[in-house]
């Protein structure tokens, strides 16, 4: 078996191990040989112990929320990894398995519960790559913790402060060899000051992989934002209400501007308006982080599942319908979903990708 691992790893890089027909033809007193055998050979098979972290680092600190039961709505929100417009993942996954290797160190900024970790571990098999998930929400890393519990290479940080205090001086003081920002780096409002953080924690060489759906294309792109389609959501939802006598009710709220006012601000703080591509790649420059690439993607996105992830923001989507008429929320946003996006069952979807080094 060791000799078949040997000559498979001359040409690929991580896989596992399995017997070629299934365990039932041996009859079950080879079960427990064969568990043994792949115990055996499903860890490095150089004596590393799978630890890839600085001495006296602590991957997953005592602190209280580890420990709390897990939030309902956020295992919820946890599942929208399914929907295929996460597909805007799969580029960021390639890009970190050509580069990250064995021994190296990962920072997940904003990482939440872990979402493109899975993928990422699924795609570079038994690779020796330590990931920290860093993330503002006890909410995600509480999930996170529980998917991730028994991986040694898998770490989590709650972002209470700076980044180097949430690293700690064992690891602030070793440095990470990437990071990765994936569809939040458009929620920093001052992104200026989290470029700066990633230079200072990033080693020599390093490289910054960051990727968002809601980036302000100066080329003049078509594809729709994400966070555009909610304002348009809105206004779709208003023009509904002045003609579909279902939601004459609601009408008089329209004359309302001090109320549509203050809906309108607590949806652009959760669904802020996109930014020019132009302000992050400046914000990197500045921070020491050259730009080696930018490219762009259309994702298809299906508008139900779209729909499904806005439900579980219908307060900040169309608050100004009063929170006891949930149901004329929900069925007036999917409403103005059809009328937005003309019946279609898909809508392109526009991401950018942007990859930055530090020299060295």
């Known amino acids: 078996a060791r000799d078949r691992i040997a000559a498979a790893r001359e040409h690929v890089d991580g896989f596992g191990v399995a017997t070629e027909c299934g365990w039932g033809r041996g009859g079950a007193e080879a079960v ?14 150089d004596g590393d112990d799978g630890t890839v972290w600085p001495a006296g680092f602590d991957p997953v ?4 929320w580890t420990t ?10 946890d599942h929208v990894e399914g929907h ?19 021994g190296d160190i990962l920072l997940d900024y904003s990482g939440g519960s872990g979402i493109l970790v899975e993928r990422l571990r699924r795609r570079i098999g038994d690779r020796q790559v330590g990931t920290l998930i860093v993330d503002p929400s006890p909410t995600f890393l509480r999930i996170a913790l529980e998917k991730f519990r028994s991986d040694p290479l898998i770490g989590l940080r709650l972002l209470e402060g700076s980044l180097d205090d949430a690293l700690g001086p064992d690891l602030a003081g070793r440095g990470v060899d990437a990071v990765v920002s994936t569809n939040a780096i458009h929620l920093y409002p001052d992104f200026d000051a989290v470029a700066a953080a990633w230079a200072r924690v990033l080693r020599p060489g390093g490289r910054v992989y960051l990727s968002s759906g809601n ?21 779709r939802a208003r023009d509904l209400v002045r003609s579909d ?15 549509l006012e203050r809906h309108a601000a607590i949806r652009r703080q959760a669904f802020p308006a996109p930014r020019p591509l132009g ?9 020491g ?49 059809e009328v937005l996006f003309a019946q279609r069952p898909t809508f392109a979807a526009g991401w950018t990708y942007i990859t930055a080094e530090k020299p060295g």
């Open 68 to 77: 709390e039961a897990l939030d309902s709505a956020g295992v919820a929100h």
């Open 279 to 287: 302000d992050y790649v400046a914000a990197l420059t500045v921070a």
């Open 245 to 259: 006598r279902t939601y004459e009710r609601y009408e008089p709220l329209l004359r309302d501007r001090e109320l």
């Open 61 to 64: 600190p005592d602190q209280p």
């Open 215 to 235: 980036v302000m294309d100066p080329g003049g792109r078509r594809d729709w934002l994400l966070d555009q389609t909610v304002e348009a959501i809105d206004e």
């Open 289 to 337: 982080l050259g730009v080696k690439h930018m490219r762009e993607a259309t994702i298809d996105a299906s508008v139900h599942e779209w729909f499904d992830f806005l439900s579980a923001f219908h307060g900040t989507v169309l608050g100004w319908i009063p929170e006891e008429r949930v149901h004329d929320r929900l069925r007036l946003m999917r409403q103005a979903m």
């Open 32 to 45: 427990e040989g064969l568990l043994e055998l792949h115990r055996e050979l499903a860890v490095p098979l």
């Open 84 to 102: 295929g417009w996460y597909a805007n993942l799969d580029p960021t996954v390639e890009d970190l398995t050509a580069d990250l290797h064995a």
